[in-house]
């Protein structure tokens, strides 16, 4: 699954990214009561909508505006 995630990132960017970073330990902490969540709801809602926006580019091989996307 990583490599398909920096293939996607890639794609998207148009160019490799340069740097990573992990938040997978940092959920686990914030759900555990020890640190704040890294990041926001909406933020969260966002990437599932900016990813939703990809997929349905990918598959109609049309652009699609993020404006009529994102909430």
Do not use: C, R, Y
């Amino acid at each position: 699954m990583m490599i398909h995630d920096f293939d996607m990132a890639n794609f998207l960017m148009g160019d490799a990214p340069v740097t990573v970073s992990a938040v997978g330990t940092s959920i686990v902490d914030a759900v555990n009561g020890d640190t704040a969540l890294p990041v926001t709801l909406i933020e969260g809602v966002n990437a599932l909508d900016m990813a939703q926006a990809a997929t349905l580019s990918t598959h109609n091989n049309k652009t699609v505006a993020l404006a009529g996307v994102l909430t």
